[in-house]
């Protein structure tokens, strides 16, 4: 009752928002599809024409809704803030009532140094609220990498040893890694959840200071009918000139977009996956994923799980809040867009999963349109490329056909696009609308920060912010075509029924970046189609050519863009100049300068020993007394079958007799999760004879010392 009632008490005053602002991209929309509607009248109506009238109305609407978005978000930053947002109902100060919470950070064959050194920054942060008793840490793996699995275990012994961590700090890795993050979750609330009344969910390259979480926890605490709130993480520690320009953009623009979202949907927003408090209980009770109809990639288990989760939050009757305004809450991004375009491929057949659940019985308005919104955020990409080819067969038809344009001239003898549009205002009108809807928004975030001479400076003063700008929104024009590209073909492959595989996600930078092999087997189809479509146009009318160059440029540079914006001495020389600068960089926060020498530290001690850093987690496990018992004592025992038994003997004691170059990660992993042979490892190679060991194993012996004056969170990048 107490839910319903809160809802009920704002309900006229969010009606008139979200009249408002639906009626903005309807108005938009229906003025633009009039301008669109009257210049293919003009002379008719064809099949053509109609196809590309529809796709034009979909896309302009997409894009509307952005540019609403940010306006909405401007009106209410100009006003001094939105009084109707979650963080306003806490009361100053720092004394908040906490209740017990769980911090989880699934893992999956992750840069070990980078999870367990930002945790590590994570715990200290919140142990300096003096509200650490109210918080305990899981680290829960999935990987699937012997290496990676015991580095992962010596790792969290040692941060437990120098925080003093144990009884807070704990490492679960899961035997079978069932649907994937979804599925590691959901393990871990079947068997812990009833311990604590939240979670805190974050990703692997997450950062969130102590003051945020326990910002977070009161709030849940002083809003019992809120279920989840999720923050706005700042994209950070890019050193890739694409990671950096990637960082601020998001940092320059967000603001309007996050304040725009808030105004519309209020108690009924959307769940990124990370950087989110959530009520356990409702969670556990209510979303628990469906199985979809078929199989992949449409059907079977929802990859994209977050927004479903928030959208049966919602069904259930809890809130779901945008918390835009909490600092102190950061991630990472992909280094190169290559690595970009990997993630993209993932979420794109788990997006449009989402097509399935749009008519779900029981969804409320604003979580499909959150779906949809999230479909089209792929589906977009093909319905443009579409919509200009189209075009280009309509320009093409116009060009060879007798037919007068204007009652007068032959389209062929119009000198160029631009003087048609200046013979009919529709067109130029309609050219203008667009514009304004595409680029106002980033004009307005430049200004609104321009006017605030503190957080200007933030950016590395006015002159380079300007520049930035300027810079960020040429790139990302060149960029738009080759992830509409991308995107494409993603969606064209998801619709032939092809699935994805689960990878792990780059996340740190190499100064090597993108090689040209890799750039041109990822780029060269689209460098191709550029400049067979370029001719094309080229060779039928120049005019018009110049009207694509914008597209056909992004296309045809797309290899030597994606290997220059993969450079990390590119993007750190940016930064030595002042450009692309976010207040992060040159404000850090505490917790972000902890990380950054953290980190620089642990890399600066990585073991140089190539013969042994291949199998360095199995050679831990089994010849040192320390790992191996530590190892041991992690694994459930488990009954074995007598043939299982027999082919774990076998596996033994060949791994001493051949070393484990020719064992597959299978084997190595069959090996590790049973606790017997592990023992029996670990006795029979510090009692045999030299001689009946492989040399392997002879090698390891003699410079183990050597490789344990590393830090053990440090001995693989």
């Not at 306006?71 to 001094?80: A, M, S, T």
């Not at 305004?325 to 970009?340: F, K, M, R, V």
């Not at 930078?509 to 041109?520: K, L, N, S, V, Y």
Request: charged share 20%; net charge positive.
């Amino acid at each position: 009752m107490q839910i319903r009632l809160a809802e009920k008490m704002d309900s006229r005053r969010l009606d008139r928002r979200r009249f408002l602002f639906f009626s903005g991209i309807f108005g938009l929309t229906s003025l633009a599809t009039w301008f669109m509607a009257d210049l293919l009248w003009r002379d008719g109506i064809t099949g053509l024409e109609i196809a590309l009238l529809i796709l034009f109305v979909i896309l302009f609407a997409h894009i509307a809704t952005g540019f609403c978005t940010a306006l909405v978000g401007f009106y209410v930053i100009n006003r001094g803030g939105d009084s109707s947002r979650i963080t306003a109902t806490l009361p100053p100060g720092e004394d908040w009532p906490l209740a017990s919470t769980a911090v989880i950070m699934p893992a999956f064959n992750e840069d070990v140094s980078r999870v367990f050194e930002g945790l590590r920054v994570v715990y200290r942060s919140v142990q300096e609220t003096k509200k650490l008793e109210h918080f305990d840490f899981f680290v829960l793996s999935d990987s699937n990498q012997p290496n990676q699995w015991i580095q992962e275990e010596v790792a969290w012994l040692e941060l437990c040893k120098q925080v003093g961590g144990f009884g807070k700090i704990f490492y679960r890795k899961r035997r079978h890694a069932i649907n994937k993050k979804a599925g590691n979750v959901a393990d871990f609330l079947r068997r812990w959840g009833k311990s604590y009344r939240y979670m805190i969910v974050l990703d692997a390259d997450s950062i969130m200071t102590g003051r945020a979480m326990v910002e977070l926890v009161a709030l849940m605490e002083k809003n019992p009918q809120v279920g989840l709130i999720q923050t706005a993480p700042r994209i950070v520690n890019g050193e890739t000139l694409f990671a950096r320009v990637q960082s601020f953009a998001s940092r320059l623009y967000s603001p309007l977009f996050l304040a725009g979202l808030n105004y519309w949907q209020q108690h009924e927003g959307n769940f990124w996956g990370h950087n989110a408090v959530v009520r356990i209980q409702p969670f556990m009770d209510h979303c628990s994923l469906p199985e979809l109809p078929g199989r992949e990639p449409f059907g079977g288990r929802i990859l994209s799980h977050d927004f479903v989760e928030a959208a049966l939050m919602r069904k259930a009757g809890w809130a779901v809040w945008l918390a835009g305004d909490i600092e102190g809450t950061y991630e990472e991004g992909p280094p190169t867009l290559i690595d970009s375009a990997k993630r993209d491929r993932r979420w794109c057949q788990g997006n449009m999963q989402h097509a399935w659940l749009l008519t779900t019985r029981g969804f409320r308005a604003a979580s499909r349109f959150h779906l949809l919104m999230g479909v089209m955020g792929y589906l977009s990409s093909p319905l443009w490329l579409l919509f200009m080819l189209l075009s280009t067969i309509q320009v093409f038809s116009l060009v060879t056909s007798p037919v007068l344009l204007n009652g007068a001239e032959k389209f062929e003898d119009v000198t160029s696009l631009f003087g048609y549009m200046i013979k009919v205002p529709e067109a130029l009108t309609l050219f203008a609308l667009t514009m304004l809807v595409i680029f106002v928004p980033k004009i307005v975030s430049v200004v609104v920060t321009l006017g605030n001479t503190v957080e200007a400076e933030k950016f590395g003063g006015k002159r380079r912010l300007v520049v930035s700008a300027l810079l960020e929104t040429l790139l990302s024009t060149l960029l738009a075509p080759i992830n509409m590209a991308f995107n494409s073909k993603f969606v064209l492959v998801t619709l032939l029924g092809q699935g994805v595989s689960w990878v792990t996600q780059k996340r740190g930078a190499d100064d090597d970046g993108t090689d040209w092999r890799e750039a041109i087997i990822t780029h060269g189809g689209q460098t191709f189609f550029g400049l067979v479509w370029g001719v094309s146009s080229w060779i039928l009318l120049p005019s018009f050519f110049w009207w694509l160059s914008p597209v056909i440029a992004g296309l045809v540079l797309s290899v030597p863009l994606s290997i220059l914006l993969s450079k990390a001495r590119v993007g750190r020389r940016a930064r030595q100049i002042g450009l692309f600068l976010t207040p992060e960089e040159t404000h850090p926060p505490y917790e972000l300068k902890r990380l950054e020498q953290n980190l620089a530290e642990c890399y600066r001690h990585l073991a140089p020993l190539k013969p042994l850093r291949a199998d360095y987690g199995l050679l831990q496990a089994v010849l040192d007394p320390y790992v191996n018992a530590m190892h041991v004592a992690l694994l459930r025992q488990r009954r074995r079958s007598e043939e299982a038994q027999e082919w774990l003997v076998q596996l033994r004691e060949r791994l001493l007799r051949d070393g484990p170059a020719k064992f597959t990660p299978k084997e190595k992993m069959a090996l590790l999760l049973d606790a017997d042979s592990m023992i029996w490892l670990h006795r029979e190679l510090w009692s045999v004879p030299a001689d009946a060991l492989a040399e392997w194993w002879r090698l390891a012996m003699r410079q183990y010392n050597v490789l344990t004056t590393a830090p053990t969170t440090a001995l693989y990048r």
